[in-house]
């Protein structure tokens, strides 16, 4: 298995600026999540899915953020306009909700950069 | 509020060293504790997963112990090598049934030099 997969890897834009990043979870995983990782805040939960269907977006900073789940391999989260303080690194996650503990696996992230 | 409070914030041991990572955490209800480990430029990876019922794990050199009444949480790195360098970041579930909330700590910043 390819395990999580994102992208862009790293991806630079300006002020304004849409940004989506993209992700394909593990096959078979039914649960999707997207974190967010700065250097100040470390690790946050900005939104999970089960069954493709959005269960919890309290992490979600504001109307600027949106993720959508058109189908069980593939989830966006969009920018827009993006902002300064949305640099940061974007994590997608995927489990099996199935199994008692719920083990998530990481990707490699998207470095992003808004100038 | 849910928190995860880990210390140190960094470290630094000679390869070969064992050393200890704390973690402390007030999260209601506890369903689980994970320690990750995140290297530079990486996503995390599961190190352990402990449940309520369980006061320790290892897996390989690592070793995560939990006390649930106290709230304390330590991963134990045995024989230190280069590549343990990286993040640890303790995780704990605040996971009603049917829920799958993670509370993160800051990590500690493991360097292990030569």
């Known amino acids: 298995d390819a395990g999580v997969i994102q992208s862009p890897r790293h991806e630079v834009t300006e002020m304004g600026q849409e940004v989506t990043l993209r992700c394909k979870p593990i096959s078979g995983h039914n649960s999707l999540f997207w974190y967010r990782q700065t250097m100040m805040r470390g690790l946050e939960l900005l939104i999970y899915f089960n069954n493709n269907v959005p269960i919890d977006d309290s992490g979600m900073p504001e109307d600027r953020f949106s993720a959508k789940m058109p189908n069980a391999s593939f989830s966006t989260l969009k920018i827009q306009p993006s902002e300064p303080r949305d640099s940061a690194v974007y994590f997608c996650?995927?489990?099996?909700?199935?199994?008692?503990?719920?083990?998530?696996?990481f990707g490699p992230g998207t470095r992003l950069t808004v100038t | 509020k849910n928190q995860v409070e880990q210390s140190p914030q960094s470290l630094i041991i000679l390869e070969g060293k064992n050393c200890t990572l704390q973690?402390?955490?007030?999260?209601?209800?506890?369903?689980?504790l994970r320690w990750y480990k995140q290297d530079t430029g990486r996503g995390p990876v599961s190190l352990t997963i402990?449940?309520?019922?369980?006061n320790t794990k290892s897996n390989g050199r690592y070793t995560a112990t939990l006390d649930a009444d106290t709230k304390q949480s330590s991963l134990h790195i045995t024989a230190s090598q280069l590549s343990d360098s990286a993040s640890y970041i303790c995780?704990?579930?605040?996971?009603?049934?049917?829920?799958?909330?993670?509370?993160f700590g800051q990590g500690t910043r493991l360097t292990i030099n030569p």
């Open positions: 995780v704990v579930s605040a996971a009603p049934q049917g829920a799958q909330k993670l509370v």
């Open positions: 973690c402390n955490y007030t999260v209601s209800p506890f369903s689980n």
């Open positions: 402990m449940t309520f019922s369980e």
């Open positions: 996650a995927s489990s099996l909700r199935d199994r008692v503990l719920h083990e998530q696996y």
